[in-house]
């Protein structure tokens, strides 16, 4: 049990770091941040407390729990990386027995006081145990096939919890993250190959195993005039939505699509198009250049870091951000099915929000400690 001198220590040195944070990623984040209270705002017609409120006092205990989680010692998040991933499976498992059902999916977690959906603390659970687990590899034992074996498990067990709840997006999400650092710690070309025949298989072999209104989904997305009225309705709103903005839109709070109600989901999964019918492209490419920036930031500190625990992290979190921007955008612009994925830091809702600036925490955590050498044991060593 540490004592008061040690934890007085450890606070004066969190204190010390603080000076190293990353400024300009956070202005960056918050600018983000302003234009997703800006745009809740104007979905809510006004009523600043009904979205744009409680968002806002959702962010401020992320940010400040963002904080800290960067200062704390990057030994700290390599120790508890195993213990995450267990609490998530845990609450996944959880929630299949147990769990609240919502618009037909079976979710969340009712702690009281919260809410949760643990599928969000999986996503970075499993970045976390992913990076721990190649970090104490050899660039041999990476490459032979039966260290392929623990990470098939670690990414194999909440994919399938998850996509029994039934939640497609957050499947992708959670799978492409953990494949993503299986690439980048060397594991063979051939494996990827092998698994992406196997995937294709999978995919065209279990597509009648989808509920029907994710197959209704895949219809839509192939001939997306079918049913304007009934299953394509979102996503031709969607695009009248985009187009109707023009050049430089609108004006705030004047998207009539938006504030008419043709627009569905205009404040979580489709706020980027009410932003593009407000701002039009001009505010489109403003909120895209932010995105690439902040990732481009995530991508530099990754190249950055001194220890390989820390470089994967930064590329696991990084790659699941930039994940969630793509498949967003793409989605309200018809290029891929409608699969539930929020705009980061800009659509309403806790769960993602927090997900998102606990991952933010991490990788400033790797750009305070990028000089920080740790052994394969997880102990500090001098550089």
Known sequence: MPDSKSIAGAMRAMAGKAMDLHGSMLIVLLLIASIGFAMLYS??????????????????????????????????????AYPIYSVGLL????????????????????????????????KIGLVMALARYYHGLTLDEVKNLKSLIKPALLIGMPAVLVLRQPDLGTMVLIAAGGVTILFVAGVPRKVFLVGAVLAVVGAVGGFYQLHEYQRNRVFTFLDP?????????????SK??????????KGFMQGTQSHLNFLPEKHTDFVFTTLAEEFGFIGGVTLLILYTVLIGYGFLIALSARN???RLMAIGVTTTFFLYVFINIAMVMGLVPVVGVPLPLVSYGGSAMMTLLVGMGLLMNVYVHRNT?????GMVRSG
């Open 225 to 237: 005039d079918s049913d304007p009225l009934g299953t394509g309705y979102h996503i031709q709103q």
């Open 91 to 122: 609450m996944l498992l959880a929630v299949e027995i147990i769990g609240d059902i919502g618009g037909g999916a079976q979710r969340w977690l009712d702690l009281g006081i919260i809410r949760l959906q643990p599928s969000e603390i999986m």
């Open 240 to 249: 009248i939505a985009l187009g109707s903005g023009g050049v430089s839109g």
């Open 308 to 310: 390989h625990f820390a």
């Open 43 to 80: 979905a809510a017609s006004g009523d600043f407390a009904k979205l744009a409120g409680r968002q806002m006092g959702v962010f401020a205990i992320g940010f400040t729990c963002m904080l800290v989680m960067a200062l704390v010692h990057i030994k700290w998040w390599w120790r508890l």
């Open 373 to 377: 050498v740790l052994s394969r044991q």
